[in-house]
């Protein structure tokens, strides 16, 4: 699996024109790798692959990379030196967008008879498709979040305090087996509701309130995300209208999901959706984003994107209306596109509930 990816990129280092690549990037490393330690880069040349580290993280490296060599550094600047002049590199990419000029500075200063040449999105591209491995890790995860919300359901009442609900849920799906959470889980209740990234704060859960719930796990690397709106005790007709109609943009959204398809069209639609009832500058953001070892990774379903959604892509839809001072209503499923359409892989219910 690692080979293969490691085989693809030197493919595309070479029609770059590149001598070597030198991987910062944490995420795209582990890509390549396998390896999770916290330090460390890759140098990738259409020859092969060498993962550098310190002391800490050797053995770690060895175990978890048998596939590459494994170089041990005192510190990365004087590591990534002796590398590319070992190696004998005219021409050295990096990634323009994980590095910064500090460092490449010091690169420069140190290997001046070295060319760096900004690269982006070279593994980025690579990881916009799952493979069947990374689709089994976020399946796993998808379903592990669905029992987060069924699990957190049972806790959710007047009374209870937003933070309160997010350590519970936190504590649940790790217990149930998540390495982590994908982002600090967001309880946002009553008019918190209408701010689309609230932190869960000390506000008590009341009668009335939407409580928006949205949060994922990791699953061996790998990110899930699931967003659900509840109203606690009485709903009004108000907070079931405005939910009717942010599921039915999402149903829309959801049908149109398919392999060939603009993700900025996708986007519109849904926007149109809103216009038609008065209510689109109320939702702020993007229709959804990709997702797998980041939570927001490619391709982006927005009106500004240029992707079209191809088979292997794992992307949110995620519509949501917020009204400030009023409440807000966000639903997020995450969904794999496959060679026939695409398959939702969050079942957790989205009927209006009222608890
Ligand atoms: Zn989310
Ligand atoms: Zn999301």
New binding site residues.
Partial sequence: MFESRIDRLRERIAEEGLDALIVTDRKNREYLSGFTGSAGFLLVSPRGGVLATDFRYEEQAKAQSPHLAVYRYETPRDGLSRLVQAKKVGIVGFEAVHTSCWELAEWEEDNPDITWRQTRGLVESQRICKDEEEIRRIRQAARLTDKGFEHILEYLRPGVQEQEVALELEFFLRREGAEGVSFAPIVASGPNSALPHAQPGNRILESGDFVVL?F?VIIEGYCS???RTVVIGRASDRQREIYELVLKAQRYALGEVAPGKDAAAIDKGVRDIFAAEGVAEYFGHGL??G?GLE??EEPTLSSRSKDELRAGMLV?V?PGLYFPGWGGVRI?D?VLLTSQGMENLSSSPKDFLVL
Avoid: I, R
Wanted: glycine share 14%; no cysteine; proline share 0%.
């Fill in positions: 949205d994922g995300d699931l967003t959804g984003h997702v939570v927001h949110t995620e997020e995450l």
